[in-house]
């Protein structure tokens, strides 16, 4: 089965940017999807399609794909990005299935 | 404004089904561009996909629960639902139901644009 593997935290000053890693083996040849969930709040999809932003979020969210690692970029961090966040990818290779990261908390310092 | 909103008992003893379904209002379920699905998300822990679901019945369901899921559709009442069999403490958590877009890509994928707000499943006796 395939298995996504994100980095359990990433830490950053606000204004700087984060980077957020998922990698996959050949993840670049995968369509990558970023989700942002608050605690006690449902995921909410950032970003789609590799780097695709659904309407109403903003342009500081982007995200990359290649090779073995797809990244969530998010520039001039703000207080209210601390989240969790997870990639997802779709499996077609098997069984049809929907595949998640395992996550990785955001901190604002 | 498509709202999806799960319904369904918060607490379910060990050994019985757990049965939630998900009113899909603002749009219909019955759109040739969507799969609906579960995902839930145990206390702490990161998402899982469960399974989905067209509205033509065709489902997909995650290997590692397979033999315990159901997902059905009602068109009539824009409303999926999910019973999963056999449950344990290990099936505690909140459950999501989401909408799922289709793209393609040499193969189809699909990705969650649209989120309900979740319901608590406790397993307990």
């Known amino acids: 089965s395939y298995v996504l593997t994100q980095p359990p935290s990433v830490s950053v000053a606000p204004g700087q940017t984060a980077r957020i890693t998922c990698g996959g083996n050949?993840?670049?040849?995968?369509?990558v999807h970023w989700y942002q969930q608050k605690p006690g709040q449902a995921p909410v999809l950032v970003v789609y399609?590799?780097?695709d932003r659904p309407s109403g979020i903003p342009e500081r969210f982007s995200g990359s794909n290649s090779g073995n690692t797809a990244t969530l970029t998010i520039s001039r961090v703000e207080a209210g990005d601390e989240a969790d966040y997870y990639c997802?990818?779709?499996?077609?290779?098997?069984?049809?299935?929907?595949?998640f990261g395992g996550g990785t908390k955001l901190t604002v310092l | 404004q498509l709202q999806l909103q799960e319904s369904g008992p918060g607490l379910v003893k060990p050994s019985e089904t757990l049965s939630l379904t998900c009113t899909v209002s603002g749009g219909s379920i019955s759109s040739s561009s969507y799969y609906w699905g579960w995902i839930r998300q145990p206390p702490g822990k990161g998402l899982e996909w469960i399974g989905s679901i067209y509205y033509s019945g065709s489902t997909y369901y995650n290997p590692s629960l397979k033999s315990r899921v159901t997902i059905s559709v009602d068109t009539s009442k824009n409303q999926f639902s999910l019973k999963l069999s056999s449950v344990t403490a290990a099936d505690t958590a909140v459950y999501y139901c989401a909408r799922l877009v289709r793209g393609y890509d040499s193969n189809y994928y699909y990705y969650m644009d649209v989120w309900g707000k979740g319901t608590t499943v406790t397993v307990s006796s």
């Open positions: 399609d590799d780097s």
């Open positions: 050949n993840i670049g040849s995968k369509s």
């Open positions: 997802q990818v779709w499996d077609s290779s098997s069984d049809h299935r929907g595949v």
